[in-house]
């Protein structure tokens, strides 16, 4: 019986590019100006249409409360 063939060898990898980076510039000694900070002036905001924190409030404990009252024995 004729002998299979070998298996291929795989493909050499290529060799890695060397490891020297590029120079990096120099830092330069002038000094940095950035522009004045300006605060955001305030926004007027109207309540009209707005749901009171008191509302949410309300919808939060009122349930609350029913459920233990409905829970107590009697």
């Known amino acids: ?3 299979p063939p070998p298996p291929p060898r795989p493909a050499v990898p290529p ?3 060397s490891a020297s980076p ?4 120099r830092p330069s000694l002038t000094p940095v100006h950035y522009p004045r900070y ?6 007027e905001r109207s309540s009209g ?3 009171s924190p008191l509302t949410f409030v309300l919808l939060i404990a009122v349930p ?4 233990v009252a ?3 024995p009697r």
């Open 64 to 67: 609350a409360i029913v459920a």
């Open 38 to 43: 300006r605060a955001a002036p305030p926004v």
């Open 49 to 51: 249409g707005a749901t």
């Open 15 to 17: 060799p890695a590019p």
């Open 1 to 3: 019986a004729p002998t």
């Open 22 to 25: 590029a120079p990096a510039p």
């Open 70 to 72: 409905a829970l107590r």
